[in-house]
């Protein structure tokens, strides 16, 4: 059950990782130094693991499946699968398109356009008090002319995430949100100072301007 998440954490520090072409340079030292949170395939970033790690998005669903296995090593303490998708040893959440933040993902949880949103959701129910978000560039030039959320064939060489394999050539996926998710952001940043806990984003040259920014070097001491 999901439930045994509940306050696991209270008064930590954790990281969420988004999967932008700065994650590449991101310090290993400091993904190691937080429990964090993964998504999508983010197993591709040679040398880390997540603590947890989600995925809520249909299209990516399907292309996550080669690490679902263990085998490749890639082995987080706990996977957060969409409903009803059956991947062995995985809690299910039940995603829902509205507006919100759920103070209960054992009962659902608000998509929000990325699962970053998804993740905040998770590391408040936890209670973490301070999330530190990395690789989260929020800019995807090579999605230019696409319309947001609409299905896309990918044609390789990704310049919109850390690997250029990300977006495996000739698979569909839905493009970005990037006005709609700075809604959702927004939000989480409020439900958070509600609480007296904090959202920073420490991705060098991030275009999202809707949470505090700090660097690296301000959590590597």
């Not at 991101?26 to 130094?33: D, T």
């Not at 919100?100 to 993902?105: M, N």
Request: net charge neutral; with cysteine.
């Amino acid at each position: 059950m999901l439930r045994k998440f509940k306050d696991k954490h209270t008064g930590e520090t954790c990281l969420i990782v988004g999967n932008g072409p700065s994650l590449k340079d991101a310090p290993l030292e400091l993904l190691s130094k937080y429990p964090s949170f993964g998504a999508n395939r983010v197993f591709l970033l040679e040398g880390f693991v997540p603590t947890y790690y989600t995925v809520i998005d249909e299209h990516m669903l399907h292309d996550c499946a080669e690490a679902w296995s263990g085998e490749n090593g890639f082995a987080p303490e706990a996977m957060f699968i969409r409903h009803p998708y059956p991947v062995p040893g995985s809690y299910q959440i039940r995603c829902e398109v509205a507006v919100g933040f759920s103070l209960d993902p054992a009962k659902e949880i608000f998509m929000g356009g990325t699962v970053t949103f998804a993740n905040l959701q998770l590391a408040h129910y936890m209670g973490f008090k301070t999330v530190l978000l990395v690789g989260v560039d929020h800019h995807y030039p090579g999605m230019n002319g696409t319309r947001n959320h609409f299905p896309f064939v990918a044609k390789g060489n990704d310049i919109d995430h850390f690997h250029p394999d990300y977006f495996s050539k000739g698979k569909i996926y839905a493009a970005p949100e990037l006005e709609a998710t700075e809604i959702f952001y927004t939000l989480a940043r409020k439900v958070y100072e509600k609480d007296g806990r904090k959202i920073i984003n420490l991705t060098p040259g991030t275009k999202l301007n809707a949470l505090e920014k700090q660097t690296y070097k301000d959590w590597l001491k």
